[in-house]
T-cell receptor, first 115, second 116 residues
Framework: GAGVSQSPSNKVTEKGKDVELRCDPISGHTALYWYRQSLGQGLEFLIYFQGNSAPDKSGLPSDRFSAERTGGSVSTLTIQRTQQEDSAVYLC?????????????FGPGTRLTVT | AQSVTQLGSHVSVSEGALVLLRCNYSSSVPPYLFWYVQYPNQGLQLLLKYTSAATLVKGINGFEAEFKKSETSFHLTKPSAHMSDAAEYFCAVTKSGGTSYGKLTFGQGTILTVHP
């Protein structure tokens, strides 16, 4: 079946602009995660959603970052007033259930470049 | 809090040689451990996982890893390297319980180069 998809694959934006990154998880997967991969910080957890529960936002680096998940499926990560340090690859993952026996399936990522 | 240390940011082997990628973890509770592989410009793919069952875990593409509690290690091995194994490998840990389980903490990654 289809895997996790993310759009756009690449995004170049000017400092100070807002950007939206989209993630379509695997159908039926109840858990959805966002991670950030950057040269300086490696792979970092940002946020996760599990069904209708309140999301775990503990990894969001600042209040410029927010995310939502509509209808338990598609998720959008929004970065407001982008800064150069936001340049990174943003990875989305989904799993059938947050229980650990269910591995996370990753999308190809969105490469964000802030100029 | 959990953490993962991958020893060696770059490992180079000859085709057909043993692959050994090292991972040590720190966790206040029994951990669940994972190895992921990332090919250039692609997402992460799960190689194998340890979730408190057998300590020797076999994964895809001939890779395996052994969970050693006494050494807090979860090293990844493959008996014979293939050119197609060239990629970046990430070790990751998560809690085995509590409200934050499922959230992965990754090591810094090891780039594997395979020479003909």
């Amino acid at each position: 079946g289809a895997g996790v998809s993310q759009s756009p694959s690449n995004k170049v934006t000017e400092k100070g602009k807002d950007v939206e990154l989209r993630c379509d998880p695997i159908s039926g997967h109840t858990a959805l995660y966002w991670y950030r991969q950057s040269l300086g910080q490696g792979l970092e957890f940002l946020i996760y959603f599990q069904g209708n529960s309140a999301p775990d936002k503990s990894g969001l680096p600042s209040d410029r970052f927010s995310a939502e998940r509509t209808g338990g499926s598609v998720s959008t990560l929004t970065i407001q007033r982008t800064q150069q340090e936001d340049s990174a690859v943003y990875l989305c993952a989904s799993s059938l259930d947050r229980r650990l026996g269910y591995e996370q399936y990753f999308g190809p990522g969105t490469r964000l470049t802030v100029t | 809090a959990q953490s993962v240390t991958q020893l060696g940011s770059h490992v180079s082997v000859s085709e057909g040689a043993l692959v050994l990628l090292r991972c040590n973890y720190s966790s206040s509770v029994p951990p669940y451990l994972f190895w992921y592989v990332q090919y250039p410009n692609q997402g992460l793919q799960l190689l194998l996982k340890y979730t408190s069952a057998a300590t020797l875990v076999k994964g895809i593409n001939g890779f395996e890893a052994e969970f050693k509690k006494s050494e807090t290690s979860f090293h990844l091995t493959k008996p014979s390297a293939h050119m197609s194994d060239a990629a970046e490998y990430f070790c990751a840990v998560t809690k085995s319980g509590g409200t934050s389980y499922g959230k992965l903490t990754f090591g810094q990654g090891t780039i594997l180069t395979v020479h003909p």
